[in-house]
């Protein structure tokens, strides 16, 4: 799942977006109110996380602008101030919660989970399958034939990349974008071992194959014809 993360103040941001996505989650990051709307409305996040008080477009003008866009993903506030008056706004506004700094990173992702098991508008799906590989978004749980199977943060994130992708190849540069966050470089081999390691615990004693190289292109995920 993807989560957009809105605060000006540079440790608090670069904190809560490693945070994140050593839990699994993809995230990214905008220290300006305008950068952050430019990325509500071209992104397609399952949550957003945003300060009040933000350079050029406040967080309260962000999200009213967000929702008359037609972006609808659940919001949670995360900022220092703590008034009745301004918690009651930014629920009124249609904020689904309100955090208040400092805070333990503990509850936060407590709360993120909450948020996103109540779901999105039009009932999305929150588990992405493929044969009998299912991989649950929520409980951040994959299974295979029945069988549990346990991944890291990085491999749960590389295998919801590509099943949300099925069918389609990705390349090693959109790989290292989406689930590394860096320019992919020729000289390192770290999304080849990912995928050793992915395919070591999806494919091996399991039928059909699942994960398969395209040469000079990149990776897919399907059920190719004749498996």
Not at 71 to 85: G, I, N, S, Y
């Amino acid at each position: 799942m993807k989560i957009l993360i809105v605060e000006d103040e540079p440790k608090t941001g670069d904190y809560l977006r490693q945070g994140l996505r050593e839990a699994g989650y993809t995230v990214d990051l905008a220290t300006h109110g305008l950068d952050g709307l430019h990325l509500g409305l071209e992104g397609d996040h399952d949550l957003a996380i945003l300060d009040v008080m933000l350079p050029g477009m406040d967080g309260w003008t962000l999200l009213k602008t967000l929702r008359a866009k037609g972006r609808h993903m659940p919001v949670l506030f995360l900022t220092a101030r703590d008034e009745v008056a301004d918690r009651v706004k930014g629920l009124e506004l249609g904020a689904d919660d309100y955090l208040v700094k400092p805070f333990s990173f503990a509850e936060l992702l407590a709360r993120v989970r909450t948020i996103l098991r109540r779901g999105r508008p039009g009932n999305e799906p929150t588990t992405l399958a493929a044969a009998d590989l299912e991989l649950d978004l929520l409980r951040r749980r994959v299974t295979r034939a029945g069988k549990r199977i346990d991944l890291t943060a990085k491999e749960f994130a590389l295998l919801e990349l590509l099943m949300r992708r099925s069918g389609e190849v990705l390349p090693r540069s959109l790989i290292a974008s989406q689930v590394w966050d860096m320019n992919f470089d020729s000289d390192t081999n770290v999304i080849e071992v990912a995928m050793r390691r992915l395919r070591a615990k999806v494919d091996d004693g399991f039928e059909p194959r699942l994960l398969h190289t395209v040469r000079g292109m990149g990776y897919v995920l399907e059920v190719q014809e004749g498996a």
